[in-house]
């Protein structure tokens, strides 16, 4: 049999990328959360949105104005932002990039931020799906993670969404958490079930270090969350989802027939996509680049670009990318990494992937170069594979980061 040839790939192929839109900006910061998010720092929200414009009006130029098919604002807290400013952004969107009609269009909700007249006002900007981190309704769980809702507010938010016309919303949940008993998680997720909502995502409490939540429970002022009640809590998620009609279609996320999160499967089909806002990373080429992560530095380097009036890139390499101040980082992903990280991210949706497929888009035969240890994890248990299809075991869903860890070199 010949060896197959992959062909070279444009920057952003025709059929486009999605868009994430970092917003680092919370009310509090949650004792639990490492992700690039600050409180009071609020005096920069208006320079940062007058960055992020200019960065998209730049990025736009320098990918001739690319297709673009979802786009996210993630954070920190993108409810947070002023009014209008999501209308702004968009706006921008809009100019410099092939925004598709029908663009899923998320943004990430503190249900603390909302009401019904306040989502009617998303709605009005263009948003169309609503993430709410809801992580629990139980109170004393809320308050030991810091949120500043509370369970009441939670639901009244999600009903009030309802309302305004949201016919597509997400839940965020969190279980594994320090005190949390399986009957608190029960309850919780029959409250949620009521509530109807398209999508739901349960992830497990990671204590990351360097966090206050880290510290409390090395300190034991909090007991140390015990993974067996934690694989009881996600046992039980996967059944009585199930029974409501939840389709389980990645490891941590569930929705009814027709309402997957569209932007995070690109993520899982190692698709490219574009991060615009401090620290937002994005995968392009065969690249994986970051902007930088301090805001007041993200501002300055994106008026830095604008001075430099960049022309279109004809090539992503690291030469190009070094010519884009905003960018603070940048790794290029060799075949190997490209092949692996196809694998596990693939892996992690519950239909699996098709190496067929996913071999064209990573330029490389993955059956041929894993068929070892596709071989070994199928004799094992934990992978099955039908021709082409090659999908998690149900018992490898919780121990899954010990398959995909035999695809990394
Ligand atoms: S609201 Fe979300 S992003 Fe902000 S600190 Fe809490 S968990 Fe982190």
Same mark, same amino acid.
């Given at each position: ?8 790939k ?11 839109? =970092?917003?680092?900006?919370?009310k ?16 920069? !929200? ?5 960055? %992020? ?17 979802t786009?996210?604002f993630?954070?920190? #807290? ?9 209308g702004?952004?968009?706006?921008a ?9 029908? +663009? ?13 007249? +306040? ?8 948003v ?15 308050? !030991?993670?810091?949120?500043? =809702?509370? +369970?009441?507010?939670a ?27 399986? #009957? ?7 409250? %949620?079930?009521?509530?109807?909502? #398209? ?12 966090t206050?939540? =880290? ?15 934690a694989?009881? !809590?996600?046992?039980?998620?996967e ?8 389709r ?62 960049p022309?279109?890139?004809t090539?992503?390499?690291? $030469? $190009? ?10 790794? =290029? ?14 892996l ?15 330029g490389q035969?993955l ?22 299809? %090659? ?8 121990? +899954?980061n ?8």
């Amino acid at each position: 049999m010949l060896p197959v040839t992959y062909p070279a790939k444009p920057i952003v192929p025709a059929q486009g990328m999605s868009l994430y839109i =970092h917003v680092p900006f919370c009310k509090s910061k949650c004792p639990y959360c490492d992700f690039n998010t600050y409180q009071g720092i609020e005096n920069l !929200m208006s320079p940062y949105l007058g960055a %992020l414009t200019t960065e998209l009006a730049l990025w736009g130029k320098a990918l001739a104005r690319p297709v673009v098919n979802t786009v996210f604002f993630g954070g920190g #807290t993108p409810s947070y932002l002023p009014e209008g400013a999501i209308g702004q952004i968009l706006a921008a969107t809009q100019e410099s990039f092939a925004l598709q009609p029908g +663009a899923e269009i998320t943004i990430e909700a503190n249900p603390g931020d909302l009401s019904e007249a +306040a989502c009617r006002k998303l709605l009005a900007q263009g948003v169309n799906r609503l993430s709410m981190g809801v992580q629990s309704l139980d109170d004393a769980l809320l308050q !030991m993670l810091g949120r500043r =809702h509370n +369970a009441a507010q939670a639901i009244a938010a999600c009903q009030e969404a309802r309302l305004a016309g949201f016919d597509n919303v997400n839940l965020d949940l969190m279980y594994g958490l320090p005190h949390q008993t399986l #009957t608190q998680w029960q309850e919780t997720l029959g409250r %949620l079930l009521a509530l109807d909502p #398209t999508h739901i995502s349960a992830y497990c409490l990671t204590l990351e270090e360097g966090t206050p939540l =880290h510290q409390w429970v090395a300190q034991g002022k909090l007991p140390e969350p015990d993974p067996d009640l934690a694989a009881d !809590m996600y046992h039980y998620a996967e059944d009585a989802l199930e029974l409501a009609g939840y389709r389980h279609y990645e490891i941590s996320n569930w929705c009814l027939p027709g309402f997957p999160a569209r932007h995070n499967l690109v993520y899982w089909r190692n698709l490219p996509y574009l991060g615009v806002g401090p620290g937002a990373h994005s995968r392009l080429g065969e690249f994986r680049f970051w902007d930088v992560s301090s805001p007041r530095g993200y501002v300055s380097n994106v008026e830095q670009w604008a001075k430099s009036s960049p022309l279109p890139l004809t090539a992503l390499t690291e $030469a $190009a990318l070094g010519t884009v101040p905003p960018v603070g980082g940048q790794e =290029h992903l060799g075949a190997p990494l490209i092949a692996a990280e196809t694998m596990f991210l693939g892996l992690r949706l519950m239909e699996g992937m098709d190496l067929a497929e996913a071999s064209l888009q990573a330029g490389q035969d993955l059956a041929e170069r894993y068929r070892t240890e596709i071989t070994e994890l199928v004799e094992l248990g934990l992978l099955e594979r039908s021709g082409d299809r %090659l999908r998690l075991t149900k018992r490898a869903y919780l121990i +899954a980061n010990q398959v995909f860890i035999r695809f990394l070199d």
